[in-house]
Structures are given as C-alpha cells and as structure tokens.
C-alpha cells in the first residue's frame, strides 16, 4: 500500500490539474472533468510504467537490483512529469483536443510544480 501512495498523490494532482484548466476556461467541471483527464491519466500511467522500468535496470554500488523510490525526484518524478506531459499532449492531438503552443507551456509549468514539487519537498523535509 505505501509504494502505491506515490501514484495516488499524482493521479490527485493531474485530476487537479484538469479541474483547474477546465475552471479556468469556465467549462463544466465535473461533467467533462474525465474528456480532459483522460489522455494526461494514460500519460501519467506512461510515466510510471518508464520509471518502474529504469528503476528496474539501476543497480546499486554492489550490483544488486536499487530499490524504487516512488518519492524520488529523478529519476521518478522526471520521467513521470514527462511522460504525463508527453503522453497527454500526443493523445490530445489524437483525440481532436486542443495542444497550442501556449497551453503546452503552461501544462508542462504546472504540472512539473505539481509532480515534481511534492517530491522536491518531501526530499527537503527529510
């Protein structure tokens, strides 16, 4: 349950993300909340997948496997950054969805302060 707490404090971030990008453009919220969320969700499981992945092939300085860090700020929380951003803007061109140029700066702004700030602060805390 405690490695699967990483992944549920990013699901909630990225669905924040959605809410906030939908309030701000005055859309319904909670009735279109899963059409906007859906291609950054599949990103996000992107993400994850690539990061449980490297941490898989990391070795420690004896060779042993190194453990997964779902906290860690890299590689974790870079390649799940990326991966959300990446994956949600690739399915958002799928799908019909907006991606300018200005909107993909700003989700890749915030969500690095959502996906990677938590990580940033938890590592300053400890």
């Given at each position: 349950?405690?490695?699967?707490?990483?992944?549920?404090?990013?699901?909630?971030?990225v669905?924040?993300?959605?809410?906030?990008?939908?309030?701000?453009?005055?859309?319904?919220?909670?009735?279109?909340?899963?059409?906007?969320?859906?291609?950054?969700?599949?990103?996000?499981?992107?993400?994850?997948?690539?990061?449980v992945?490297?941490?898989?092939?990391?070795?420690?300085?004896?060779?042993?496997?190194?453990?997964?860090?779902?906290?860690a700020?890299?590689?974790?929380?870079?390649?799940?950054?990326?991966?959300t951003?990446?994956?949600?803007?690739?399915?958002?061109?799928i799908?019909?969805?907006?991606?300018?140029?200005?909107?993909?700066?700003?989700?890749?702004?915030?969500?690095?302060?959502?996906?990677?700030?938590?990580?940033?602060?938890?590592?300053a805390?400890?």
């Amino acid at each position: 349950m405690k490695k699967l707490v990483p992944l549920l404090v990013d699901a909630l971030l990225v669905v924040l993300f959605c809410a906030i990008g939908r309030r701000s453009h005055d859309e319904a919220i909670l009735t279109g909340l899963l059409k906007t969320f859906w291609p950054f969700g599949i990103g996000l499981a992107i993400g994850w997948v690539a990061a449980v992945a490297v941490a898989s092939r990391m070795r420690d300085e004896e060779g042993r496997a190194a453990h997964f860090d779902g906290t860690a700020l890299w590689p974790t929380g870079v390649l799940v950054w990326f991966g959300t951003l990446c994956g949600g803007m690739v399915l958002r061109v799928i799908s019909g969805q907006g991606t300018a140029f200005s909107f993909i700066i700003v989700a890749a702004c915030v969500l690095a302060l959502f996906l990677l700030g938590w990580r940033a602060a938890i590592k300053a805390v400890n």
